[in-house]
């Protein structure tokens, strides 16, 4: 189930005067961020210009993994993998999160290679990881059919129903005093004497000393209107799901071609693995020279004749001219594309049934009862932003997540209310600021998958 601009409105909260902190988008990172500020007595406004979760917090994966993360992201992702295991009981409602493992295999010496190198960094921050033979994974997933060479496992990964997690996030939020509007898109942020003083948002003014920009996708456009520059594109991912299916395996896998996680209702989530959709547009050549290294290696360089596939469309934030110049008191980019709602692509969906049939032709038959797509925020170095932008104080931006970011979601609000509040982090966050594009830092590319 995802949720588009033709749900009915479930947050309707009054517009407040003021507030203490304003957050900019009601996915999983800027519900957990509020989620987070209620818990210290902090006033807080939601504005969302769509949906809570209309975007990809209802059209992910619903992965909850530690494995195969960034090294700076792993130890962030552990500390959200403690919040996962009790969240259903701080928010009053089933996640539907369960621990039943995290599995990657695969069939070549690159493969093994890899797995050598999660296990080292796995080992390095006390994380229990599995490295698997052939035999092991045939027996652990029987009629997964491969010539495997090597598998690696994480028990205490899971997974979670993220068209569930976020708006139970959200009413939860709710019921601590934070208010939450859906159909209220901020048009740009108000400044006085060179900080945030407010927001603007179609329903009216808003005056805060604090903004959380947690827009996904939409982030590097809301940057750009209020001079800000932030590399971020967007890729389409599509995802489906089977009917009811006997439960073979209730962990999560994948190999270099299909990924799987079984569901609450039953059926299994299918999606191709690491492979996504790139709509060229303006921004896509704004941006040329920070993707160029990470473009090379997805689209060109993948042993497996690109990951990622370049299309002309106009399904991006903004369509194909993003306009960095609103006026505060007219309708905005925002306002007229409440939700991204990419159509799923047919060919990607006819490649996952072929891949079925020949990896798991046990599941090539069940049924599918539903396809969509959804719209990823990608950075050049595929990790995200977790900083204040120090040429606006009181601007702060929590975007640029690359498919990531439904397990690291709860730790990543809990950075960000610590932040705001001038509270001891626990973690590094130097690999998250957000100058590392303007600074010449090379950037090292994370993790694809």
């Given at each position: 189930m995802i949720f588009t601009d033709r749900a009915p409105v479930t947050f309707q909260d009054a517009l407040p005067k003021s507030a203490e902190v304003v957050v900019?988008?009601?996915?999983?990172?800027g519900i957990s961020t509020a989620w987070y500020l209620s818990q210290a007595g902090i006033k807080v406004m939601v504005c969302e210009?769509?949906?809570?979760?209309?975007?990809?917090?209802?059209?992910?994966?619903?992965?909850?993994?530690?494995?195969?993360?960034?090294?700076?992201?792993?130890?962030?992702?552990?500390?959200?993998?403690?919040?996962?295991?009790?969240?259903?009981?701080?928010?009053?409602?089933?996640?539907?999160?369960?621990?039943?493992?995290?599995?990657?295999?695969?069939?070549?010496?690159?493969?093994?290679?890899?797995?050598?190198?999660?296990?080292?960094?796995?080992?390095?921050?006390d994380l229990h990881s599995e490295r698997l033979t052939s035999a092991q994974i045939t027996q652990r997933v029987p009629g997964f059919v491969g010539n495997w060479k090597s598998g690696v496992c994480t028990p205490s990964d899971g997974r979670a129903e993220p068209f569930v997690v976020v708006p139970a996030m959200a009413k939860s939020c709710r019921d601590k005093g934070v208010s939450i509007r859906e159909d209220c898109a901020?048009?740009?942020?108000?400044?006085?004497?060179?900080?945030?003083?407010?927001?603007?948002?179609?329903?009216?003014?808003?005056?805060?000393?604090?903004?959380?920009?947690?827009?996904?996708?939409?982030?590097?456009?809301?940057?750009?209107?209020?001079?800000?520059?932030?590399?971020?594109?967007?890729?389409?991912?599509?995802?489906?799901?089977?009917?009811?299916?006997?439960?073979?395996?209730?962990?999560?896998?994948?190999?270099?071609?299909?990924?799987?996680?079984?569901?609450?209702?039953?059926?299994?989530?299918i999606a191709p693995a690491g492979f996504n959709e790139h709509e060229i547009n303006l921004d896509s050549v704004r941006y040329l020279r920070d993707f160029l290294p990470v473009m090379w290696q997805e689209v060109f360089a993948s042993r497996s004749l690109g990951k990622t596939r370049l299309r002309i469309g106009s399904g991006n934030p903004g369509g194909l001219i993003?306009?960095?110049?609103?006026d505060l008191d007219q309708i905005s980019p925002f306002e007229k594309q409440r939700v991204l709602n990419p159509l799923p692509n047919q060919s990607t969906t006819k490649r996952m049934r072929r891949y079925?049939?020949?990896?798991?032709?046990?599941?090539?038959?069940?049924?599918?009862?539903?396809?969509?797509?959804?719209?990823?925020?990608?950075?050049?170095?595929?990790v995200p932003v977790m900083d204040q932008v120090s040429e606006i104080p009181g601007f702060f931006l929590a975007s640029g997540f690359c498919g990531?970011?439904?397990?690291?979601?709860?730790?990543?609000?809990?950075?960000?209310?610590?932040?705001?509040?001038?509270?001891?982090?626990?973690?590094?966050?130097?690999?998250?600021?957000?100058?590392?594009?303007?600074?010449?830092?090379?950037?090292?590319?994370?993790?694809?998958?």
């Amino acid at each position: 189930m995802i949720f588009t601009d033709r749900a009915p409105v479930t947050f309707q909260d009054a517009l407040p005067k003021s507030a203490e902190v304003v957050v900019i988008g009601a996915g999983v990172i800027g519900i957990s961020t509020a989620w987070y500020l209620s818990q210290a007595g902090i006033k807080v406004m939601v504005c969302e210009k769509g949906r809570v979760a209309g975007e990809q917090s209802s059209r992910n994966w619903g992965w909850v993994r530690q494995q195969g993360r960034d090294p700076a992201e792993l130890p962030i992702m552990m500390e959200s993998n403690r919040i996962w295991q009790n969240l259903s009981q701080a928010i009053g409602a089933d996640t539907g999160f369960e621990q039943h493992g995290v599995m990657y295999v695969g069939e070549t010496e690159a493969d093994e290679v890899a797995h050598d190198n999660w296990m080292a960094l796995a080992k390095s921050h006390d994380l229990h990881s599995e490295r698997l033979t052939s035999a092991q994974i045939t027996q652990r997933v029987p009629g997964f059919v491969g010539n495997w060479k090597s598998g690696v496992c994480t028990p205490s990964d899971g997974r979670a129903e993220p068209f569930v997690v976020v708006p139970a996030m959200a009413k939860s939020c709710r019921d601590k005093g934070v208010s939450i509007r859906e159909d209220c898109a901020v048009r740009g942020l108000l400044i006085s004497a060179g900080r945030v003083s407010g927001v603007a948002t179609e329903a009216g003014e808003i005056r805060c000393k604090t903004v959380v920009c947690a827009g996904g996708a939409w982030s590097s456009l809301f940057a750009g209107i209020n001079g800000i520059v932030f590399p971020q594109l967007s890729v389409k991912s599509t995802v489906a799901r089977t009917a009811a299916a006997p439960d073979f395996h209730s962990g999560n896998f994948a190999c270099d071609r299909i990924a799987i996680r079984r569901r609450q209702d039953g059926g299994y989530t299918i999606a191709p693995a690491g492979f996504n959709e790139h709509e060229i547009n303006l921004d896509s050549v704004r941006y040329l020279r920070d993707f160029l290294p990470v473009m090379w290696q997805e689209v060109f360089a993948s042993r497996s004749l690109g990951k990622t596939r370049l299309r002309i469309g106009s399904g991006n934030p903004g369509g194909l001219i993003p306009k960095r110049k609103v006026d505060l008191d007219q309708i905005s980019p925002f306002e007229k594309q409440r939700v991204l709602n990419p159509l799923p692509n047919q060919s990607t969906t006819k490649r996952m049934r072929r891949y079925l049939s020949q990896r798991l032709p046990a599941l090539a038959e069940v049924p599918w009862v539903e396809e969509w797509a959804g719209m990823i925020d990608v950075t050049p170095d595929i990790v995200p932003v977790m900083d204040q932008v120090s040429e606006i104080p009181g601007f702060f931006l929590a975007s640029g997540f690359c498919g990531h970011g439904f397990g690291i979601g709860p730790a990543a609000g809990r950075i960000m209310s610590d932040m705001i509040q001038g509270n001891t982090i626990g973690h590094d966050l130097s690999r998250f600021r957000f100058s590392r594009f303007q600074d010449g830092s090379t950037l090292t590319q994370g993790p694809t998958i």
